[in-house]
């Protein structure tokens, strides 16, 4: 099969910082690319959208290596070893020329209980007092993300304790160090949740590499991993908890389809910062997530994008005005 490759510079400022324990992220740079097949006459729609801003300057070389008419086989053995944004990304686009990924008409998350709400230590206690709010007047279940070791352990761990003694039932919460805790720390925060039902898990915890110490924390309270499935993929075969899994960091987001589409379990999708091309993957994602056998919110981090034409629902539109 022949395959027309074009792909377009996109750019955008995040409204307000995001941040981690690690790095603030205060814009996205990347890629959106269309496929068409001479076969079909198919456009297929992927993002090629780095988390690291240090991986542009590769990700750009990689792509100019890719001429604008290639065979669908040799396009595929040309990228096996290129940044798993660019396999992501050309994979999703070949994934709808196929027929392999079939989008929905409409994605329905768009509210605020329809995906976990991310928040970090200066602003988590503020947000509480708003879901109270909402939850009076339109019942809801609200799942926060909060985002810790981005103050001194002791100001996060009275945060911790303030919210525990609120008790709110209709409040779920994801508690991501980005592997910033030493194991003492996780251990002294996994005691303190041991016993709470509100808790959907710890993510990432331990640092990268730390599989024994998060397979060890992980057989005490829920533990999620995210960044050590990108540094050791083969974690996805053989980790017993939670797996936050980002598809356009991921070298084929169409094995996760499979999964997903087979009931796989203990499954969760989140969001890498990405137009509405890579959303609209996401949605999909999302939405066989919650057919399955564990349902859970996905992590979108919607109310962290600016309201423009790149994150429209339509590719097409986001490709016409690129």
Known sequence: MKIKFK?????????????????????KKGWI????????NNDGFGEITPLFNE????????LNMIPENINKDILIKKIYNFHPCIQSGINSALGEIEGIIKYKEKYKFNEIHQSAILVD???????????KKIHKSKPKIFTIKWKVATKENKVEENILEEILNQNESHIKLRIDANGSWSRRRAKRWAEILSNNKNLDWLEQPLGIDDIE???????????????????????INSWHGWQIRRPSQEKNPLKLLEELNNKNSLKSISSSFETGVGQRFLFHLSYLQLLGSTPKVPG?????????????????IIWNNL
């Open 7 to 27: 792909k377009k510079l996109f750019f955008f400022e995040f409204p307000k910082s995001v941040f981690n324990s690690k790095r603030k992220f205060n814009y």
């Open 33 to 40: 690319v269309k496929l068409n097949s001479n076969k079909s």
């Open 55 to 62: 991986h542009i300057t590769l990700c750009e070389k990689q």
């Open 121 to 131: 230590s200066s602003s988590i206690l503020e947000k509480l007092k708003e879901l």
């Open 213 to 235: 110490g998060l397979n060890e924390l992980n057989n005490k309270i829920p533990v999620a991993l995210d960044e050590s499935l990108l540094k050791y993929p083969q974690l």
């Open 300 to 316: 979108l981090a919607l109310k962290q994008m600016p309201n423009n034409f790149l994150f429209k629902n339509d590719p097409k």
